[in-house]
C-alpha cells in the first residue's frame, strides 16, 4: 500500500504563488509517474500537471507557463510550484501516482490540500 501526503496549501492572492509538495510512503514502486490533480466546487477532477522518473512531464493547458511540476526520485517526493495564480486555480489539490504514464491517471491518492487564490 502507498501512502501519499500533501502540504503547502493555503489561501494567496491573485498573481501570487504556492508551492505544494507530495511525500509517497510505503510499496512504493520508484518507476510510478506521480502528479497533481485538482478538483474545484461542482466540478471533475482534472489533471494539472504530472512527471514521469525519467523527468517526462504533462501539464494542463490552462497552466503551462505558470505551474512547473519537479520529482525527487530518491525521497519518493513531488513538488509543484504554481506561480501567476488566478482565482479558477482555487480548488482541492490532489497528489496521485501508481501509473506509469503521465497521461494515465494512478490508483493512489492523497488525502488532497485546499488551494484558495482570492483577494
Known amino acids: 500500500q502507498v501512502q501519499l501526503v500533501e502540504s503547502g496549501g493555503g489561501l494567496v492572492q491573485p498573481g501570487g504563488s504556492l508551492r505544494l509538495s507530495c511525500s509517497a510512503s510505503g510499496n512504493m514502486y520508484s518507476g510510478y509517474a506521480m502528479g497533481w490533480y485538482r478538483q474545484a466546487p461542482g466540478k471533475q477532477r482534472e489533471l494539472v500537471a504530472a512527471?514521469?522518473?525519467?523527468?517526462?512531464?504533462n501539464y494542463a493547458d490552462s497552466v503551462k507557463g505558470r505551474f512547473t511540476i519537479s520529482r525527487d526520485n530518491a525521497k519518493n517526493t513531488v513538488n509543484l510550484q504554481m506561480n501567476s495564480l488566478k482565482p479558477e486555480a482555487t480548488a482541492v489539490y490532489y497528489c496521485?501516482?501508481?501509473?506509469?504514464?503521465?497521461?494515465?491517471?494512478?490508483?493512489?491518492w492523497g488525502q488532497g490540500t485546499q488551494v484558495t487564490v482570492s483577494s
Open positions: 496521485n501516482t501508481g501509473a506509469m504514464k503521465v497521461t494515465t491517471t494512478g490508483r493512489y
Open positions: 512527471i514521469t522518473s525519467g523527468g517526462s512531464t
